[in-house]
């Protein structure tokens, strides 16, 4: 398969249309290979293709693989849930971690790096308010946030979410653009060493959605793959 026609191409092209259409650059919103259940052979097939930026949801499984791989150019971001007694793995394989949840997970993580440098996390946050979802309440976002910037070994640097599930991506906006609010009213707070500069937000079905309303980072899995 020539590069032309991969996933890989249509799906920057797709990005890069939307950031024309409302007036983004292309450059402020990366394109995260979701590598969940994929062969180190997969992986290695849309890496050279130039993508770089991959994503595990399962510390075991990104353990196990990522030495498979045995490419040093690759960057691997954790975005499934994390307990805490895999945050010891977890702050050695990733270089951002999306799913942090609550305190008592973020002061662990902190715990595990403050000696070597602080690591790059987002706040997940529930917009959906789903029982069955991990993250932190809309409504707490803010106060969670100030919390987490008295803790030394990491740096908040936005926020991630995982909407309820719907059939059409439309339906997705009103909790891309929540996130998006949340962020801008962390944002506004000014608290010192809060950084607000990521989205992660939007998936295969409605990443077009999610960079209109201002994903920076956007995690696509299926439709990446398919073919790959």
Request: hydrophobic share 45%; charged share 25%; glycine share 6%.
């Amino acid at each position: 398969m020539s590069s032309r026609s991969h996933p890989l191409e249509s799906i920057r092209a797709r990005i890069a249309a939307v950031c024309a259409r409302v007036g983004r650059d292309p450059a402020s919103v990366r394109l995260v290979a979701v590598s969940k259940t994929r062969s180190p052979e997969e992986i290695r097939v849309v890496a050279a293709r130039g993508q770089t930026l991959f994503a595990e949801n399962r510390v075991q499984e990104a353990r196990d693989k990522i030495p498979l791989i045995a490419d040093p150019s690759l960057d691997w971001h954790l975005i499934g849930p994390l307990q805490r007694n895999k945050v010891k793995t977890a702050v050695e394989i990733f270089s951002m971690i999306h799913s942090v949840d609550s305190f008592e997970l973020a002061g662990e993580i902190s715990r595990r790096m403050e000696p070597i440098r602080p690591m790059p996390v987002l706040m997940q946050v529930n917009v959906g308010r789903e029982p069955q979802k991990s993250g932190v309440a809309p409504e707490e976002a803010l106060e969670m946030a100030r919390a987490w910037a008295s803790l030394p070994g990491i740096q908040l640097q936005g926020l991630m979410t995982i909407p309820p599930f719907c059939d059409e991506a439309e339906e997705a906006r009103p909790w891309f653009r929540q996130l998006a609010g949340l962020r801008d009213a962390i944002e506004a707070a000014g608290i010192d060493g809060v950084s607000m500069r990521e989205l992660s937000m939007g998936m295969s079905l409605d990443f077009e959605v999610a960079v209109e309303e201002g994903a920076t980072l956007v995690r696509i899995g299926s439709a990446l793959f398919a073919a790959a």
